[in-house]
């Protein structure tokens, strides 16, 4: 059975910083490329993140490039969201999903190529 686990979600003030983890278990994790998506209420769920089994490739959002970094740690099946410089806008829950066997560099945004998917961590940023 496969789960995504995240925490370190939280309130915090605009300008700070939260580091995001994902746990995941029943599946080869050092093989899946791992994303980080958000959603806001009324809103559609979009793509913050993602990174490759090797972390050779990394994707960002533009609204999060510069101050967003994923990484992973295959040997402890975890993968990262280290988030600076929070703005209001970073406010959503963030849900932490799996690519079975990869995705290709032209669909790492593409929430239906990611066949696993986590409860989600809630992220307050306050003004």
């Known amino acids: 059975q496969v789960q995504l686990l995240e925490s370190g979600g939280g309130l915090v003030q605009a300008g700070g910083s939260l580091r995001l983890s994902c746990a995941a278990s029943?599946?080869?994790?050092?093989?899946?490329?791992m994303g980080w998506f958000r959603q806001t209420p009324g809103k559609e769920r979009e793509f913050v993140a993602a990174?490759?089994?090797?972390?050779?490739?990394?994707a960002y959002t533009d609204s999060v490039k510069g101050r967003f970094t994923i990484s992973r740690d295959n040997a402890k099946n975890t993968v990262f969201l280290q988030m600076n410089s929070l703005k209001p806008e970073d406010t959503a829950v963030y849900y932490c999903?799996?690519?079975?066997?990869?995705?290709?560099?032209?669909?790492?945004?593409?929430?239906?190529?990611?066949?696993?998917w986590g409860q989600g961590t809630q992220v307050t940023v306050s003004s």
């Open positions: 029943g599946l080869t994790f050092a093989r899946d490329t």
């Open positions: 990174i490759d089994w090797f972390g050779g490739r990394i």
């Open positions: 999903a799996a690519g079975a066997g990869g995705i290709s560099t032209s669909q790492l945004a593409q929430r239906d190529k990611y066949d696993y």
